[in-house]
């Protein structure tokens, strides 16, 4: 199964909403994580099954779609936000992630 | 507090072997899944192989079956990835990462990673 991100690249200011988009090539249902990833550091699970937060997520992430549209909002981006966010999908084997959608300051 | 440590990575020609480890603690190794991940630049995230608990299920990616194998050993806390035949294609940083189940989903933690060159 193929996951494709987009936008490649989000630039924003501090403050604004960011929208996320990931699509499967296939119906996953709801078998889907967000991970976010600075600079130097590993990934990080922010979302699984959509719409769950891991532990330790604050509230203004959110996931949500079902299916082959899935969507990762952040409501007000805070200065730690600016990262990139991979899709991964684990309906099927193997597992895929999209290709990164890098979140910037404006 | 979990922590994965991941060694094992460095230089080696194409067509040659290594062997990669990962040490864990903070949580008991033998209820949950474990996954090698790599990353490069140019192609970003790549699940590479995934064992679930108890070795019952085990995982590849296309790009690495046949020539990779995944293992872990609960008595000592460990996984393992032994590479066999390798091409400059897999040339990458290797992260360790634990399932948040014990079969084969997604992940939960990350270790830091090891880099792997292959270069004649």
């Known amino acids: 199964i193929m996951v494709t991100q987009s936008p490649a690249t989000l630039s924003l200011s501090p403050g604004e909403r960011a929208t996320l988009s990931c699509r499967a090539s296939?119906?996953?249902?709801?078998?889907l994580a967000w991970y976010q990833q600075k600079p130097g550091q590993a990934p990080r699970l922010l979302i699984y099954e959509a719409s769950t937060r891991a532990t330790g997520i604050p509230a203004r992430f959110r996931g949500s779609g079902s299916g082959t549209e899935f969507t990762l909002t952040i409501s007000s981006l805070q200065s730690e936000d600016f990262a990139v966010y991979f899709c991964?999908?684990?309906?099927?084997?193997?597992?895929?992630f999209g290709q990164g959608t890098k979140v910037e300051i404006k | 507090e979990v922590q994965l440590v991941e060694s094992g990575g460095g230089l080696v020609q194409p067509g040659k072997s290594l062997r990669l480890s990962c040490a864990v603690s903070?949580?008991?190794?033998?209820?949950?899944?474990m996954h090698w991940v790599r990353q490069t630049p140019g192609k970003g995230l790549e699940w590479v192989a995934g064992v679930s608990w108890n070795s019952g299920n085990i995982g590849y990616a296309e790009s690495v079956r046949g020539r990779f194998t995944i293992s872990r050993d609960n008595a000592e806390n460990s996984l393992y990835l032994e590479m066999n035949s390798l091409r400059d294609e897999d040339t990458a940083l290797y992260y360790c990462?634990?399932?948040?189940?014990?079969?084969?989903?997604?992940?939960?933690?990350w270790g830091q990673g090891t880099v792997v060159t292959v270069s004649s």
């Open positions: 903070g949580f008991k190794f033998d209820d949950y899944a």
């Open positions: 991964q999908q684990y309906n099927t084997w193997p597992l895929t």
């Open positions: 296939l119906t996953i249902s709801s078998n």
């Open positions: 990462a634990k399932d948040q189940s014990d079969t084969i989903l997604w992940f939960d933690n």
